[in-house]
C-alpha cells in the first residue's frame, strides 16, 4: 500500500484478501513522502523509507528496490507504518500552528515574530523548517491528514489533544487573515 492510510487498514486488506484468495501474499505498507513540487525529486533522493510489512521477508524485498537510492530505510511492522505517515504530516501542521498563534501574540506585545522564528529555529532540535507565520496550513495532505489521525485515534478511544488543538488553531487562523485582510482591504 502507497497511500496514505488509516492505522488498521493493512489488517482490513488482509482480511478482505483472505475471503477470496487462498494462495500466499503478503501486506505491505510503504507510504509515500512526496512534498508537492518536489515530488521527482523526493522520490529519487528521499530522506527516508518506511516499509511496514507483516514478514520479515516481505520488507527486506520492498528494501533491495529501494537501496539503490534510499539511505535511511525504516523497517516496522504495518500499523507503525501506517501511523509514520499521519504523525509526521500532523506535527509538521501543529508546528504551523504553533507559529501563527506565536505570530498573533506578538502582533499584540510588539514582538518581531520573523526574529522569534529565527531564534527558535537556531535550535537544532526545532530548526527553522515550518516557522513561517501564515495563513496557516492547508494543501492536498495535511488537513485531511490531521483529521484522518485525530478520526482514526477518537475511533480507539484515544484523544489526541495536541492535534486537535493544532488543527482549532489553524481554523481560527484562516478566520484571523480574512479579518486582517479586510482592514487593510474593505469587505470582502
Not at 108 to 119: C, H, T
Not at 151 to 174: C, D, G, H, S
Amino acid at each position: 500500500d502507497k497511500s496514505t492510510v488509516p492505522v488498521g487498514t493493512g489488517k482490513q486488506v488482509r482480511e478482505m484478501v483472505e475471503k477470496n484468495y487462498t494462495g500466499k501474499f503478503h501486506v505491505v505498507s510503504n507510504p509515500e513522502f512526496l512534498r508537492e513540487g518536489t515530488a521527482i525529486d523526493d522520490f529519487m533522493k528521499p530522506d527516508r523509507v518506511v516499509i511496514g510489512s507483516e514478514t520479515e521477508e516481505a520488507g527486506e524485498k520492498i528494501k533491495k528496490l529501494y537501496e539503490p537510492i534510499a539511505k535511511n530505510i525504516l523497517l516496522t511492522n504495518v500499523e507503525t507504518s501506517e501511523l509514520i505517515k499521519y504523525a509526521a504530516n500532523t506535527f509538521l501542521a501543529t508546528k504551523i500552528s504553533y507559529i501563527n498563534e506565536l505570530a498573533n501574540f506578538s502582533e499584540k506585545v510588539g514582538a518581531d515574530i520573523e526574529k522569534v522564528a529565527e531564534g527558535m529555529g537556531l535550535d537544532s532540535r526545532i530548526s527553522d523548517k515550518f516557522l513561517n507565520a501564515g495563513t496557516g496550513y492547508g494543501g492536498s495532505c495535511f488537513p485531511k491528514d490531521v483529521q484522518a489521525l485525530i478520526f482514526t485515534a477518537n475511533k480507539n478511544n484515544v484523544r489526541l489533544r495536541v492535534a486537535e488543538a493544532a488543527e482549532e488553531a489553524n481554523a481560527i487562523q484562516k478566520k484571523i487573515m480574512i479579518v486582517k485582510g479586510e482592514k487593510l482591504l474593505g469587505d470582502f
